[in-house]
Nanobody, 121 residues
Framework: QLQLVESGGGLVQPGGSLRLSCAAS????????IGWFRQAPGKEREGVSC???????NYADSVKGRFTISRDDAKNTVYLQMNSLKPEDTAVYYC???????????????WGQGTQVTVSD
């Protein structure tokens, strides 16, 4: 069974950091460009970041300079390091396979269940 599982979300104060993980089972991540997407209540889903099989990365303008995507193919896991978090980063974060780096478009149908990130005092 093909599965993506996100973890690492939680409640953090503005300015804080979190690291999200996306672990795959049932398939090998290193054949896919993996993306992080988020959806806040009442808003459409948006692409946050995407990393290609060769390590090329792209980010939404709203997170550039604060978020870093990385992958560890040996662990079959993709990460999203989130620093300097803002209240507007509050959302459910999903990883998905696969994405298109240049415009953060979602190309595939494999999703995780999501992990909640809440940035608040």
């Amino acid at each position: 069974q093909l599965q993506l599982v996100e973890s690492g979300g939680g409640l953090v104060q503005p300015g804080g950091s979190l690291r999200l993980s996306c672990a795959a089972s049932g398939f090998t991540l290193d054949y896919y460009a993996i993306g992080w997407f988020r959806q806040a209540p009442g808003k459409e889903r948006e692409g946050v970041s995407c990393i290609s099989t060769g390590g090329y990365r792209n980010y939404a303008d709203s997170v550039k300079g604060r978020f870093t995507i990385s992958r560890d193919d040996a662990k079959n896991t993709v990460y999203l390091q989130m620093n300097s978090l803002k209240p507007e980063d509050t959302a459910v974060y999903y990883c998905a396979a696969e994405c298109r780096v240049w415009d953060l478009a979602l190309l595939g149908d494999y999703w995780g269940q999501g992990t909640q990130v809440t940035v608040s005092d």
